[in-house]
């Protein structure tokens, strides 16, 4: 069966902290992966990550995959309140067929304290 | 219209009754989903839908029915609503790249009583 485990579940940190959150996954047709963040309502997306070793980088996001080893790391630098959230990480199924499923993960939730 | 939109924002629903909750996209993606999001389970999808007139079964499919009558609209209907499917719903597109990026609706939160 597919699945998409995310760790930690929760995370409590102080703004100027950097976080790294893990995304492991088993899934038989991988396409991509993809990180989302939600705040109070839809999630919106991060990043797509298709190539192992390629870093994605956004401001103080960044994200990386590998493809041999099966995770993703999703980092944060010097965080502050507003990344406050709950980080999704998504693998896409490249399955013949279907058109972009993602199977999600569980989420990781990221409290960042003043 | 910008994107996706859902209707109803919430709802509360007596057991037994019918519920159709409705999507709309204007970006004229080919693809459409419906996941329902609750605690500690992630996002689970419950049905997809590749193209208008085409629809497939998700993770967890029970209870629920779609249709795709066009490429805009992708309403979830549960036909004798459980207290089990309280959640918070969303509707998501893609333009139909496999394993591509999904825009997500506000979500409906549903509560069954």
């Known amino acids: 069966e597919d699945k998409v485990v995310q760790s930690p579940l929760s995370l409590v940190v102080h703004e100027g902290d950097t976080v790294t959150l893990n995304c492991s996954y088993e899934?038989?047709?991988?396409?991509?992966l993809l990180w989302y963040k939600q705040e109070k309502k839809a999630p919106t997306f991060l990043f797509m990550l298709?190539?192992?070793?390629i870093e994605k980088k956004s401001g103080r996001l960044s994200s990386i995959l590998d493809k041999k080893e099966l995770f993703s790391i999703l980092n944060i630098t010097a965080t502050q309140t507003g990344d406050s959230a709950v980080y999704l990480c998504a693998v896409g199924d490249g399955s013949s067929g279907n058109t972009g499923k993602l199977i999600f993960g569980q989420g990781t939730t990221l409290q960042v304290k003043p | 219209i910008a994107g996706i939109t859902q209707a109803p924002t919430s709802q509360i629903l007596a057991a037994g009754r019918r519920m159709t909750l409705r999507c709309t996209q204007d970006m004229r993606h080919n693809a459409m989903y419906w996941y329902r999001q609750d605690l500690g389970l992630g996002l689970r999808l419950i049905h997809y839908?590749?193209?208008?007139?085409?629809?497939g079964k998700g993770e967890v499919p029970d209870g629920y029915s779609v249709s795709r009558a066009n490429t805009d609209d992708f309403p979830l209907t549960l036909a004798s609503a459980v207290p089990s499917q309280t959640s918070v719903y969303f509707c998501?597109?893609?333009?139909?790249?496999?394993?591509?990026?999904?825009?997500f609706g506000p979500g409906t939160r549903l509560t069954v009583l």
């Open positions: 998501a597109s893609s333009d139909g790249g496999r394993g591509g990026e999904q825009f």
């Open positions: 839908s590749n193209t208008a007139g085409t629809t």
């Open positions: 899934v038989t047709n991988f396409r991509s």
């Open positions: 298709t190539s192992s070793g």
